[in-house]
């Protein structure tokens, strides 16, 4: 156990530089320019000396190397710099929008996670009928659909035709967040966390499935069903924990994918989280932010993927013993 | 046991996520559904007027960054404002005077005005603010005047390097903060002199404000004000929902109706028009960059192509109806050249003025051409930008039967930068600051940035837009403006050089709950910012004023 978090650890602290070069050096081929992109729509108004001000105000007059190194001296002291067009700390704005996002991926996670294993579950335990037929139609129709095409069609049905649920925010427009009750509160959430999950449910049970049938049709089972074993009683002394596997890694690695799609979630429902941030930093040619977001969302992600690998050792008892070993 | 140690903290973090998403208000569960009815529409049982009009301001609302440079500043006041006729009115100022050499502007302001905190504003706060806006390197461009100084208990004068005449827009839009309470995080928490002053500010989501009790002017009737920041298309659906009272909606949706609310029209110097580089093709260079087309460079193809634009039918058919014909860059303005309005949609004008300059379809291709040279060029357009796209298209229909083919291309702006000395760009304008007649048309800024990208050079017009900027009052600098457009024998119109082909003025569109009564619609100018909100202290609720109480809608 205390190899394996080393392990990860070094990791880590490999993976982070790299990926902040990596976006660095990215960045620098973007055609944006940030100076321009701040001014806008103001291009006729501003004259060159006040470009040139501007230029100067957010240390763009400097060559790309020195900023680089200015701004990983800057990270190694704990300071992630000042967002160009937040005109605040990075660390500040990231820290406001980094719960309501968490609470959106949380919610969907959860959602898809639980939802896609019952469906995966349905449709292996009854391979062919007519359930496994619209359970797997139900997936590979919505593992191409597009997150932002998928929210706006949500948008349509259930909050301007129905009137069901809100078309916007993270709580009712014009209250105070201390005055907002945890059935608004929800109810705002609803429909972008259903956004998110929707999507993300494919993969687990078109997994989960998969694993299932193959458990079904091994040894073993047959064996158990000529021992005169029901087929839940099969499912649930033999085949539950095989089929849990490949349904919590595939859950933990889908942390990326989560990110990402809560990015065009939350520009569909105005939510004000990460994702609507990393938006306007990559528009804005916000430099600091933008590399602030990579960072956060590489540690994200590398959680997701090291709590995958964790649980490995939890419910497959043979990893346990390679690990501990 | 080691299933034991490490299921602990998984089952932890797995129930972390599940008490974020419950953490918040708990003991504010019994309101639940006492609030149930206010999800759809919080006017209906609260006092907020909830707006979504775009335009969040993400680096803070602080006017020496930028902020209230469209529509009013909210929280701020400024020495000078329009009424609704866009004529200047006193507002923090009591009077104003320019120096004989034109560099020197005295202000005189009133002593009774509030900071929202209490303290009076003064001379020393209004210096301070024009100040620090000059150093801020922010959206203020105030890099031609040299400093502002503290005369006097209640006098400022600002000392200006060059005369500039639209040094008045400055005391109009730039919004006076107070010396005291003014830092790096002031825009998060402004204090200000305004009609308003903030409450909280959710970024990404909302903005609420409240009335300022200590506003020295008309106080508003609307107490409460939360601004939405959504898209336009999520406004409309915001709107159809019944979640807004108004919503700036794009043209396209602005013709649906939607229950309980009508369609405000705003008419709008946001203008749309073509750039002709005027220079002929050589082996040139401007900052790197390609200089020239000689097709364009010919000021009769400029000039027939204006003749040949049908504007009206650009209006109809592109806009749906929602704008009107440009034939400069300062329609609905006072300082416009009226004579400028050429008849178009003039197919045989445009005809002649292209034989008499010797463009024949020699070859018999259908296209024009003069000495080898033949009548195409590209002409450019954001990419993401629907509506110019669609203009495009349809201007290059209506120049095709003349013989002269515009091959359209959509680009991003940095790629339309690198190729704008060279070829036209579809480009948008539009603003209350006839600064930027200058920086369109002068050769002196030619080339810098987006200032007049065709290079275009005339020296009278030079004259004229010098004489305007040095103009002692608005009213001489006005008829220079109008001159440098059209003066009998020159200028930049259709009726001179043609360096620009105007299309359309845009109206700005507002979906506006019936019973909201917002005042007189202004001129706006493009489409940034607030501008609907210049009047905001004149807007009621019409029940309100019946003495019927309430704001129900029917």
């Known amino acids: ?224 069903r000529a021992k005169g074993e029901s087929t839940w009683g099969v499912f649930r002394r033999h085949a539950l924990r095989h089929t849990l596997l490949p349904a919590l890694t595939i859950q933990f690695a889908t942390f990326g994918e989560l990110f990402g799609g809560s990015i065009l979630a939350e520009q569909v429902f105005s939510y004000p989280g990460l994702g609507q941030a990393t938006i306007k930093a990559g528009l804005g040619g916000d430099i600091p932010l933008l590399l602030g977001i990579v960072l956060v969302s590489a540690l994200f992600v590398f959680f997701g993927n090291t709590v995958a690998d964790l649980l490995y050792t939890v419910i497959d008892p043979r990893m346990r013993k390679a690990t501990t070993s | 046991m080691l299933i034991f140690r490490t299921a602990k903290p998984l089952a932890g973090i797995l129930f972390l996520l599940l008490l974020i998403s419950c953490d918040q208000s708990q003991p504010q569960q019994k309101n639940e559904t006492q609030h149930q009815h206010a999800v759809i529409s919080p006017s209906r049982t609260t006092d907020t007027l909830v707006l979504a009009i775009g335009g969040e301001e993400e680096q803070g609302y602080d006017p020496t960054m930028g ?97 500039r005449s639209t040094f008045i827009h400055y005391l109009r839009t730039l919004g006076i903060v107070p010396k005291h309470a003014h830092d790096r995080d002031y825009g998060r928490h402004p204090i200000g002199s305004g009609p308003y002053k903030m409450v909280r500010w959710d970024e990404g989501q909302q903005l609420i404000v409240e009335a300022n009790p200590l506003y020295y002017g008309k106080k508003p009737a609307i107490k409460r004000l939360a601004f939405l920041f959504l898209d336009s298309d999520t406004a409309f659906a915001a709107a159809k929902a019944g979640t807004v009272q108004v919503a700036a909606v794009p043209q396209i949706l602005a013709d649906k109706a939607v229950e309980g609310m009508r369609l405000v029209r705003a008419t709008s110097v946001d203008n749309r028009g073509i750039m002709f580089p005027c220079q002929k093709a050589g082996h040139e260079e401007l900052n790197g960059l390609p200089v020239g087309n000689d097709v364009t460079a010919d000021p009769a193809i400029r000039q027939a192509i204006n003749y040949a634009i049908d504007r009206q039918a650009l ?39 292209l034989h008499e300059a010797g463009w024949e379809d020699h070859d018999q291709d259908g296209l024009l051409d003069k000495e080898g040279v033949v009548a195409e060029f590209t002409l450019l357009y954001p990419a993401d930008r629907l509506i110019r796209q669609s203009l495009a298209l349809a201007v290059a229909d209506m120049v095709a039967p003349l013989g002269i083919r515009l091959k359209l291309s959509g680009k991003s702006w940095d790629e339309i930068r690198k190729v704008q000395h060279s070829q036209a760009v579809l480009f948008g304008w539009g603003s209350y600051d006839p600064t930027e007649l200058y920086h369109l048309f002068h050769s002196r800024v030619s080339g810098q940035g987006y200032f007049n990208p ?38 930049v119109s259709a009726l001179g050089d043609a360096p620009w082909a105007w299309l359309v003025n845009l109206d700005h569109t507002y979906l506006v709950d019936q019973g909201l009564d917002i005042g007189t619609i202004r001129v706006e100018p493009h489409g940034h910012g607030w501008p609907i909100t210049a009047n905001i202290v004149d807007w009621h609720w019409k029940e309100e004023q019946n003495g019927q109480g309430g704001q129900g809608k029917p």
Request: net charge negative; aromatic share 10%.
């Open chain 1, 1 to 224: 156990m205390k190899f394996f978090l080393r392990k990860k650890l070094i990791q880590l602290i490999l993976i982070l530089p790299a990926v902040a070069m990596l976006s660095f050096a990215l960045l620098q081929f973007s055609p944006i320019d940030p100076v321009q992109a701040y001014i806008g729509a103001d291009m006729l108004q501003m004259s060159q000396e006040q470009r040139q001000q501007i230029a100067e105000r957010w240390g763009l007059d400097q060559p790309p190397l020195m900023r680089y190194l200015h701004w990983q001296k800057e990270i190694l002291s704990g300071n992630m710099g000042r967002s160009l067009i937040f005109q605040e700390p990075v660390t500040k704005v990231i820290a406001r929008r980094f719960l309501p996002s968490l609470a959106l991926m949380g919610a969907a996670w959860l959602l898809s996670g639980v939802i896609g294993f019952i469906l995966g579950i349905i449709a292996g335990l009854k391979e062919n009928s007519i359930y496994d037929r619209l359970i797997r139609l139900y997936a590979y129709t919505l593992a191409s659909t597009p997150t932002f095409w998928l929210g706006m069609l949500l948008v349509i049905i259930f909050s301007v035709q129905l009137g069901w649920t809100p078309v916007c925010c993270a709580y009712p427009p014009g209250m105070n967040p201390s005055d907002v009750s945890i059935g608004q509160w929800l109810r705002h959430l609803l429909l972008p966390a259903a956004t998110l999950s929707i999507i993300s449910v494919a993969a687990v049970t078109l997994h989960t499935r998969q694993k299932l049938l193959e458990v079904l049709n091994s040894d073993f089972v047959l064996f158990a």
């Open chain 2, 67 to 163: 902020w209230g440079r469209y529509g009013s500043p909210l929280f701020q006041s400024t020495l000078l404002r329009y009424n609704d006729a866009l004529e200047m009115e006193h507002d923090l100022a009591t009077s104003y005077s320019v120096s004989e050499d034109r560099l020197t502007w005295n202000v005189d302001i009133r002593l009774d005005a509030l900071f929202s905190d209490g303290t009076p504003l003064t001379a020393e706060d209004v210096a301070y603010t024009f100040n620090t806006a000059k150093d801020s390197g922010g959206l203020v461009d105030l890099s031609f005047m040299n400093q502002a100084k503290v005369t006097g208990e209640h006098s400022v004068s600002f000392h200006l390097s060059t005369p």
């Open chain 2, 315 to 353: 209006v109809e058919g592109v806009l749906n109806g929602f704008g009107t014909p440009a034939y400069g860059s300062v329609s609905h303005l006072d300082w416009e050249e009226k004579a400028t309005r050429i008849k178009d949609n003039n197919l045989k004008k445009a005809a002649a003025l």
């Open chain 2, 454 to 491: 065709g290079l275009y050079n005339n020296p009278a017009v030079d004259a004229y837009l010098d004489q305007a900027l040095a103009a002692a009052t608005d009213e001489e600098a006005t008829k220079f403006w109008r001159a440098a457009q059209w003066d009998g024998s020159t200028g």
